[in-house]
């Protein structure tokens, strides 16, 4: 069972920058996806970026530009570079990684974006 912690989250004005790192315990493959999803209140989860191993970073379009997905496998770490924060990026953020038993998740780290 892999284990999942993500931090980094707090308070930031608009226009500022946050780099959220998640960081896994147990046996992951630098082929296992690991992704970012985030869920505002009242909202369902959305997948915001994936990367894996070999292939190019997938980004939902509202953080295209703006928010940059990378990995160390070294560190079993997938981190999240947001910049340009607007408002409505507030939400908790999830990091989750799939495996061929399955996709575990974190527990989430709030982000808040003042106007």
């Known amino acids: 069972q892999v284990h999942l912690v993500e931090s980094g989250g707090g308070l930031v004005q608009a226009g500022g920058s946050l780099r959220l790192p998640c960081a896994a315990s147990g046996n992951i493959f630098s082929t296992n996806p690991m992704s970012w999803y985030r869920q505002a209140p009242g909202k369902q989860r959305e997948l915001v970026a994936t990367i894996t191993g070999g292939g190019p970073a997938n980004y939902v379009d509202s953080v295209k530009g703006r928010f940059t997905i990378t990995r160390d496998n070294a560190k079993n770490t997938v981190y999240l570079q947001m910049n340009s924060l607007k408002p409505e990026d507030t939400a908790v953020y999830y990091c989750?990684?799939?495996?061929?038993?399955?996709?575990?998740w974190g527990q989430g780290t709030q982000v808040t974006v003042s106007s």
């Open positions: 989750c990684v799939d495996q061929f038993v399955g996709r575990s």
